[in-house]
């Protein structure tokens, strides 16, 4: 689905519609292999969960995919851009401005209020909010009334919301979310996942979202299965019940 309104995104690396590519990746811990060949494009405007059981390598897999960590093999590109050449400060500049994190710890700044939160890695990067999409942003994540709180004033959901906003306001051609919805309740949960997939919808960004949910999964165009540092399987236009399914013979 395409449409839709100021705020319209992606920028760089125009006509591909590759947002993240993975080839041949691996990362190891001394001798543990966290990822063991792992190899996936994701286009963009797809949102695409990443499941696996525990130590499978999921978080490993996110670090990797989105730059924050470097891979031991294989290459990884953001754009186009093989992240594996550039340099430390290279890597960090190009994350800043084309990556979004939501973890499941929210990393919020105490003290800093909802608004100064939600704009600090346009600050970072020198730049400030334009305020018809910072609006934008706010709204969607249901915050208008908020600004002013800091975050110890705020229900752990709204902390999330504050949190998924901070990663929506640069505008990132790619959003990773490891677990995000983790410690929600089932509404709050559900208000999450809506608006990561509004954001693939709406503005074509790229959502990959590491989740042990099912239910989650199922916002999903499609769901990879991670086992012991490889891609052992994948779903496309997953129901809750199939993910199910698949997740037992894991
Ligand atoms: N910094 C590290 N040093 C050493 N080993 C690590 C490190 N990070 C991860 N590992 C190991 O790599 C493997 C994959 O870890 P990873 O955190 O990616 O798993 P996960 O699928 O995210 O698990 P969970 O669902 O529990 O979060 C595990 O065996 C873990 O112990
Ligand atoms: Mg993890």
């Known amino acids: 689905m395409t449409t839709m309104t100021a705020g319209t995104t992606t920028a760089g690396a125009a006509g591909s519609q590759v947002a993240v590519a993975l080839e041949s990746v691996t990362k190891t811990y001394g001798p543990v292999r966290a990822l063991n060949g792992v190899s996936r494009t994701f286009r963009r405007g797809t949102f695409t969960a990443v499941m696996g059981p525990s130590g499978s390598g999921k978080s490993t897999f996110l670090h990797c995919a989105s730059g924050l960590d470097r891979p031991s093999g294989g290459v990884v590109r953001l754009g186009g851009v093989d992240i594996g050449r550039l340099s ?14 939501v973890f499941q710890a929210f990393n919020l700044i105490p003290s800093m209020d909802v608004e100064q939160n939600i704009t600090l890695p346009l600050r970072l990067g020198g730049a400030e909010a334009e305020p018809a999409w910072l609006d934008e942003v706010v709204r969607r994540v249901g915050l208008a009334d908020r ?36 410690a929600l309740d089932p ?9 990561l997939r509004e954001a693939a919808d709406l503005t074509g960004q790229t959502i990959v979202l590491v989740t042990h949910d099912p239910v989650a999964a199922a916002w999903a165009d499609s769901v990879v299965f991670l086992s012991r540092g490889r891609i052992v399987d994948e779903l496309t236009a997953p129901s809750a019940a199939a993910v199910m399914d698949r997740w037992e013979t894991l």
């Open 88 to 101: 430390e400060t290279k890597r960090t500049k190009l994350r800043r401005e084309r990556i979004g994190f």
């Open 147 to 182: 600004l002013r709180h800091r975050p110890s004033e705020l229900s752990g959901g709204q902390q999330q919301r504050a949190a998924l906003a901070r990663a929506l306001i640069t505008r990132p051609e790619v959003v990773f979310a490891d677990e995000p919805t983790g």
């Open 187 to 195: 509404r709050t949960a559900r208000d999450m996942l809506r608006m």
